[in-house]
């Protein structure tokens, strides 16, 4: 299959400083969980991506110095050489693929703990970020920049961007954004400093602009150097000048950076659960960035969709389409478009699984995507599969979630695959879960495994077939996949955490009971 002509448009180059953009599609900064400790464990997800036809693919927020230590968070960093060589293994890979590699140098600020290297955080005015947020709480008060810190931080900056060049990077980032130290310095009542680095918004924009000057300086002509910034608030916040603090900001900044990614200022906004935010939803914070200046623009906003795409650039909103999640949940999305396959995308489902592992500690893992992370430790592909390794016959029992993603990925190993169903319709437990408030998007767990069920010749499906044990002996399969799903726990615990009773009284109801139609 060919590219439908009127997606030519996301296949262009973009020029980015003294690097060029193989195309649109732009893989921006987002953690993997995986850390220097799996250096081949992250290339091999990042390399999976410039595989799958993404221009440039990014690292997540990568420490520059030990005071900003998220410990026990499973944050990335440039701190040494070990760490050099950890990162040059990515650039590799994603070079290999001719794709760009893009590096987030990250500065956490007051937002850190420093729970590891137990350095005090830094911050403008020695105000915590979210000292009271249950998820963030901890128990160091941060110490306020003065002018020398504000050098300290400048250097280990200027010291990152040279590592990052070492490495092999290609657009070395700012970042500016969610609550991080360069922000703590654009938001007043972070900021109350009564220097040249507080008070009005160009001197709060001081340090920004600075960190942007002192990067280029160190990768001189041989990088990019993208600024990564949240507007959300700013944009609340009325200008003198203009209409807002962020289009003053964008402004006094226009020409300092390479590129602009423009994003929100924290996780519910800015990865936004589809049940809140739908496809496209930063737009009203950020349209207004391209008419303020000159220099590329990318941003996000769970985008899956190529004519949502092709309308953010024919309006003018972005130059560059960028994806966190669905770029993890289909490294072949752009490949897809390219190849006129657009409806084989395996669209993002907005489950924000993949950020609540990074909060667990974990290297990410995908709803849609079950090779996301296992890439090298288990040699899995998003888009390859193994074939078979016996004429054995197959019955699975069961066509939610898991039954259904078992018959696509047994079925293109080539086996001979029975897939049975009590229900009238495919989904399991997503027959009742997409049918809540704002859910729907859901559906396309279901929706992308039954377009690729139909593919397959040798994958037969029925539903209305409830099955007995007798039955299922009847087909003769030598092989029976059980995926009749699984129920909420209902077992009470004692003090001791031993298993005390039940939960059975009269007016107490698991999901599973709601599911099933019971009526509170
Ligand atoms: C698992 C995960 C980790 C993220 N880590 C970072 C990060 O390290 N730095 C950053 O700037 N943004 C990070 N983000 C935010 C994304 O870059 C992006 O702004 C957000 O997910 C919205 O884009 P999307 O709708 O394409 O996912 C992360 C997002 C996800 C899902
Ligand atoms: S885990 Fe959910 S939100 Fe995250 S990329 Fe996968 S489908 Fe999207």
């Given at each position: ?82 760490d050099i060589r950890s990162h040059a293994l990515m650039t590799e890979a994603v070079h290999r693929h001719g794709a760009l590699a893009g590096v987030e140098l990250w500065h956490g600020g007051g937002s850190t703990m420093n729970r590891t290297s137990r350095i005090a955080p830094l911050s403008p005015s020695g105000i915590g970020w ?29 010291e990152g961007a040279r590592k990052a060049q070492s490495a092999g990077f290609d657009i070395v980032y700012v970042y500016a954004g969610m609550g991080y130290l360069p922000y703590e310095f654009l938001i007043p009542e972070y900021n109350r400093r009564e220097d040249e680095y507080g008070g009005s918004i160009e001197n709060r924009c ?249 593919r397959l010749p040798n994958v037969e499906f029925f539903l209305e077939s409830r099955l007995t044990a007798e039955d299922v002996l009847e087909q003769g399969c030598e092989r029976v996949v059980i995926a009749t799903g699984s129920r909420w726990e209902t077992d009470l615990y004692s003090p001791m955490e031993v298993p005390s009773g ?19």
């Amino acid at each position: 299959m060919t590219r439908k002509p009127r997606y030519d448009l996301l296949f262009e180059p973009i020029r980015i400083g003294p690097v060029t953009a193989p195309n649109r599609f732009y893989q921006v900064p987002h953690a993997s969980g995986m850390t220097n400790a799996l250096p081949r464990v992250r290339a091999a997800f990042r390399e999976t991506k410039a595989e799958g036809g993404w221009g440039v693919v990014c690292t997540g927020a990568c420490s520059i110095h030990p005071s900003s230590d998220d410990s026990p968070l499973p944050f990335a960093r440039l701190w040494d050489n070990d760490d050099i060589r950890s990162h040059a293994l990515m650039t590799e890979a994603v070079h290999r693929h001719g794709a760009l590699a893009g590096v987030e140098l990250w500065h956490g600020g007051g937002s850190t703990m420093n729970r590891t290297s137990r350095i005090a955080p830094l911050s403008p005015s020695g105000i915590g970020w979210m000292p009271t947020h249950v998820g963030f709480m901890g128990n160091l008060r941060s110490r306020a920049m003065d002018k020398d810190d504000i050098r300290d931080l400048l250097r280990w900056q200027a010291e990152g961007a040279r590592k990052a060049q070492s490495a092999g990077f290609d657009i070395v980032y700012v970042y500016a954004g969610m609550g991080y130290l360069p922000y703590e310095f654009l938001i007043p009542e972070y900021n109350r400093r009564e220097d040249e680095y507080g008070g009005s918004i160009e001197n709060r924009c001081r340090i920004v602009r600075e960190l942007v000057e002192v990067t280029k300086e160190a990768v001189g002509n041989s990088c990019a150097v993208a600024l990564r910034i949240s507007l959300e608030e700013l944009r609340r916040r009325p200008g003198r000048h203009a209409e807002s603090e962020a289009h003053e900001a964008v402004t006094v900044l226009s020409d300092y950076p390479d590129l602009w990614d423009v994003k929100m200022d924290s996780s519910p906004t800015d990865c936004g659960a589809s049940r809140f935010s739908p496809e496209g939803s930063h737009e009203p914070v950020i349209d207004f960035v391209k008419r303020v200046t000159d220099k590329p623009v990318v941003g996000v906003g769970r985008f899956t969709s190529p004519d949502t795409m092709l309308a953010q650039i024919r309006r003018g909103v972005l130059d560059l389409i960028g994806a966190a999640r669905p770029s993890i949940a289909d490294p072949f999305l752009p490949r897809k478009i390219a190849e006129g396959r657009e409806d084989e995308i395996r669209e993002c489902i907005g489950c924000n699984i993949c950020i609540s592992s990074w909060h667990d500690g974990v290297p990410v893992r995908c709803t849609q995507n079950p090779a996301a992370g296992e890439e090298w430790r288990r040699g899995w592909h998003p888009e390859r599969i193994e074939g078979k390794g016996s004429d054995d016959r197959v019955l699975i029992v069961g066509g939610g979630p898991a039954g259904l993603e078992c018959a696509q990925a047994l079925g293109k190993r080539g086996y001979s695959v029975t897939l049975a169903d009590a229900g009238t319709e495919w989904g399991g437990r997503l027959r009742f879960e997409t049918r809540l408030p704002g859910l729907s998007a859901w559906r396309r767990v279901v929706d992308y495994r039954l377009g690729q069920l139909h593919r397959l010749p040798n994958v037969e499906f029925f539903l209305e077939s409830r099955l007995t044990a007798e039955d299922v002996l009847e087909q003769g399969c030598e092989r029976v996949v059980i995926a009749t799903g699984s129920r909420w726990e209902t077992d009470l615990y004692s003090p001791m955490e031993v298993p005390s009773g039940r939960l059975d009284r009269q007016g107490v109801f698991t999901p599973s009971d709601l599911a099933e139609g019971a009526s509170p």
